[in-house]
């Protein structure tokens, strides 16, 4: 079986100047794989190559055994920051049906009509059961707090069943419990359904149980491995071009110890509108 | 003769549509209401609701000069609207975001046009009489042929918006993901501000160019307070607009008050009644 994400010689570059290159990586299917970097890194970069709403500047993406773009339709994606404002007056349920036919033109029928609209509504109340979204899918999606916003969007990304779900932070701006929540709901929905996973996080520690690999970029470059592989004083400290030091505590967290910082500050313009 | 209310509501009607210009009135608010509801449905949710009072403000200037230059009002109402609609989609800024930006730009250009509107009506030589009928409406002097080409594009908006609506919702609340789902997201950008244009110029006409908001966002709010459904919202946006302006123009027949006040009062009463019960009602409510 074809990989799911493969990259050879690649390199990005985003508005003329270059953001990482000569990065090789080899993502098998079903596996659950982070990327992490620092800020400004090119994590978010990445996800766009494999969405194909970038084209590499150099070097070769291939993705599900497919050129990137005509992969999408097997991809469910959720962007970075995301969240919708108390003034949004749209239910979580229609939200999580735009996923699935958002991007047809024409009007929908009636359910009450059509057999394909009733399937389409079953599918759709089956990812919101999946994420355990039930109680709160009627509900303006305005109305709901960033974990539960966050069910919804991951819902939204599996309802058309794909090969490949990209998470771009979905851990970002929930509580601790919450990220360990939607870590297991990922992580179950990886190995139960043979979803290949790439989630983009800034903290590893709340999902280093669950991964089988690790992307890691810094200093205009990539690695990828096993976590415990790649997550080490010599590989970052070769990646970032400083010294680092990686901490394990008693618990088995890892806390990587003077990243310098990367330059960039890219709070302001990854924010996106709805 | 001056109506009287009777209060026997099929002898009222019978008054209200004894003359043409009435029935012509009548005949022209429902056409407007229909199509002001459902795309200020969309305008709502996007929050463009800035960019649909400037378009508003820039058919102003756009008749003026029409009348300056002895051509057809239409013409001038079209074409600013038309122009107008280009300049926003080109100020309208990135597709990640911007939106103070925007607003910022868009401030200026309605700024400007407002300018150009008075340099025009002071060119015209202060005959104010012209002034009003563009800011605040003609709705009884509309003739027949008026309301044929409001039907005619009315029918072309709406059929544009069903081909169009289901994309454009996506794109509205969910830009990214849309994106990355293959929805032209600029491209429908585009096409919504000249739809939106072509309605506010049709019925600015009608309404005037200050009124228009009164059928175009306050329904479309109002509805959006009521339900977060999108069809049921769209449903019931169009309704509200159609029985505001109805009720507007049949009080209006009956009372000394002009059409744009009862239309703006009617409307302005429902958003308050509306905001009152789903505040009042609490979470509940805001489910429905
Ligand atoms: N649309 C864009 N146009 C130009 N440059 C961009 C654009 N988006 C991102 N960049 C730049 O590309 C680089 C990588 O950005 P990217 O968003 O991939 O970083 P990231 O690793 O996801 O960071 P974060 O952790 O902050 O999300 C940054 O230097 C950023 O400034
Ligand atoms: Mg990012």
């Known amino acids: ?274 | 003769m001056s109506p009287r209310l009777s209060w026997d509501l099929v002898a009222d009607w019978e008054q209200l549509t004894t003359y043409p210009f009435m029935v012509q009135a009548l005949e022209a608010g429902a056409i407007v209401a229909v199509m002001a509801g459902a795309i200020g449905w969309f305008m709502v949710l996007r929050r463009q609701t800035f960019a649909g009072h400037t378009l508003a403000v820039i058919s102003f200037p756009g008749a003026a000069a029409a009348t300056l230059a002895a051509i057809p009002v239409a013409f001038g109402y079209f074409g600013a609207c038309g122009l107008g609609a280009l300049a926003l989609a080109a100020f309208g800024g990135e597709e990640r975001g911007g939106r103070s930006g925007e607003s910022a730009a868009i401030g200026t250009l309605q700024a400007f046009a407002l300018g150009l509107g008075f340099l025009f009506v002071g060119l015209y030589g202060g005959q104010l009489a012209g002034l009003e009928a563009l800011l605040f409406g003609t709705f009884l002097g509309i003739t027949e042929s008026q309301v044929v080409t409001l039907l005619c594009i009315a029918v072309a908006v709406l059929t544009a918006l069903a081909v169009l609506g289901r994309p454009l919702l996506f794109a509205s609340i969910d830009g990214s993901v849309a994106r990355a789902g293959g929805v032209p997201i600029r491209l429908l950008g585009v096409v919504f501000l000249l739809l939106l244009g072509l309605a506010v110029a049709a019925t600015a006409q009608i309404t005037g160019a200050l009124l228009v908001f009164a059928l175009l966002v306050t329904p479309a709010a109002t509805a959006q307070l009521i339900t977060a459904r999108p069809g049921r919202g769209l449903v019931l946006s169009v309704a509200l607009a159609f029985a505001v302006s109805w009720l507007g123009l049949g009080i209006a027949y009956f009372s000394p008050y002009p059409v744009g006040f009862w239309v703006t009062s009617l409307s302005f009463g429902l958003y308050v009644l509306a905001r009152l019960a789903t505040s009042g009602a609490g979470w509940g409510a805001r489910t429905a």
């Open chain 1, 1 to 274: 079986m074809t990989e799911a994400i493969s990259l050879s010689g690649a390199a990005a570059s985003r508005g003329g100047s270059p953001v990482w290159s000569g990065v090789d990586l080899a993502i098998a299917r079903g596996e659950f794989v982070a990327v992490l970097g620092p800020n400004g890194a090119g994590k978010s970069t990445f996800l766009d190559l494999v969405l194909g709403l970038l084209a590499p500047s150099a070097g070769a993406v291939s993705v599900l055994g497919q050129a990137p773009r005509a992969a999408r339709p097997r991809i469910g994606y959720l962007p970075q920051r995301r969240s919708f404002d108390t003034s949004t007056r749209v239910r979580g349920v229609d939200v999580v049906r735009l996923g699935l036919d958002g991007a047809r033109w024409g009007l929908p029928l009636p359910a009450a009509l059509s057999p394909s609209a009733r399937a389409a509504a079953a599918k759709v109340d089956e990812v919101i059961e999946l994420v355990g979204a039930s109680a709160y899918a009627e509900r303006a999606i305005g109305t709901l707090s960033g974990g539960e916003q966050q069910r919804l969007l991951i819902a939204q990304a599996l309802v058309r069943d794909p090969e490949l779900l990209l998470l771009d932070e979905p851990l970002d701006s929930l509580d601790l419990p919450n990220q360990s929540a939607v870590a297991a709901l990922v992580q179950r929905i990886c190995r139960e359904r043979g979803v290949t996973v790439v989630l983009v996080a800034h903290d590893v520690n709340p999902i280093l149980g669950y991964l089988d690999r690790v992307v890691y970029f810094a200093g205009g470059r990539g690695v990828e491995g096993p976590p415990r592989e790649v997550i080490r004083a010599d590989v970052l400290s070769r990646l970032y071009g400083a010294t680092i030091e990686v901490v394990e505590t008693p618990s088995g967290r890892l806390i990587v110890v003077g990243t310098p910082d990367a330059g960039h500050c890219t709070e302001d313009h990854e924010q996106v509108m709805v």
